[in-house]
């Protein structure tokens, strides 16, 4: 089992910026597939970025491709979305996911643990 907890959300304003921190316990973070996924009201959940175990891959959804990077460090189990340029269509909640499998996939049924969410708000 692996759990999962994120922190950094918040208010900010249009064009700011914003990091999220995923947060893991139980089991090393490395074995894992992290993803970051954002739910905005009355939407369907959606990954915005995924990151392989090593870090060497990763992949985008292209409405944050150029603002967001997500980057890990297994050494503290930790995996990062830092947010840049954020427009109020970003404003959701964002959840980090762990896949056990070896697969770089965005696809939400693939993922095993979730965190609790945090709250993204941003004001125009």
């Known amino acids: 089992q692996v759990q999962l907890v994120e922190s950094g959300g918040g208010l900010v304003q249009a064009g700011g910026s914003l990091r999220l921190s995923c947060a893991a316990s139980?089991?090393?973070?490395?074995?894992?597939?992290v993803g970051w996924f954002r739910q905005a009201p009355g939407k369907e959940r959606e990954c915005v970025a995924v990151?392989?175990?090593?870090?060497?891959?990763?992949r985008y959804v292209e409405s944050v491709k150029g603002r967001f990077t997500i980057s890990r460090d297994n050494a503290k189990s930790t995996v990062a979305l830092q947010m840049n340029s954020l427009k109020p269509e970003d404003t959701a909640v964002y959840y980090c996911?762990?896949?056990?499998?070896?697969?770089?996939?965005?696809?939400?049924?693939?993922?095993?643990?979730w965190g609790q969410g945090s709250q993204i708000t941003v004001s125009s």
């Open positions: 990151i392989s175990g090593s870090g060497s891959i990763t």
């Open positions: 996911a762990a896949d056990r499998s070896f697969a770089v996939t965005m696809t939400e049924s693939n993922y095993d643990y």
């Open positions: 139980g089991r090393t973070l490395s074995n894992y597939i």
